[in-house]
């Protein structure tokens, strides 16, 4: 079992930035990629971007120059870094170890005008 804790959400300006954060517990060994996803209301859950063990990242084109993700394989947490944020960047944002059935219980982000 893996348990994923996210913090760091919050109300921000558009224009503001955040900082996601996503600590890992219990059987972490079995954690390989990492990523962070969010959900709008009455749209999908998609991806934002991924993280490799080794640090190979991808990321969603509308977040692209905006958002890094990065991880810390030692303190097994990753983050999301969200700069220059939008209106339609609001949503709840969750960590996801890949491959795997494991998800955050989310944290809200929301980008006012």
């Known amino acids: 079992q893996v348990q994923l804790v996210e913090s760091g959400g919050g109300l921000v300006q558009v224009g503001g930035s955040l900082r996601l954060s996503c600590g890992a517990s219990?059987?972490?060994?079995?954690?390989?990629?990492m990523g962070w996803y969010r959900q709008a209301p009455g749209k999908q859950r998609e991806v934002v971007a991924r993280?490799?063990?080794?640090?190979?990242?991808y990321y969603v084109d509308s977040v692209k120059g905006r958002f890094t993700i990065s991880r810390d394989n030692a303190k097994n947490t990753v983050s999301l870094q969200m700069n220059d944020l939008k209106p339609e960047d609001t949503a709840v944002y969750f960590c996801?170890?890949?491959?795997?059935?494991?998800w955050g219980q989310g944290t809200q982000v929301t980008v006012s005008s």
């Open positions: 996801h170890a890949e491959e795997t059935s494991y």
């Open positions: 219990g059987s972490t060994l079995s954690i390989r990629a």
């Open positions: 993280v490799s063990t080794r640090g190979m990242t």
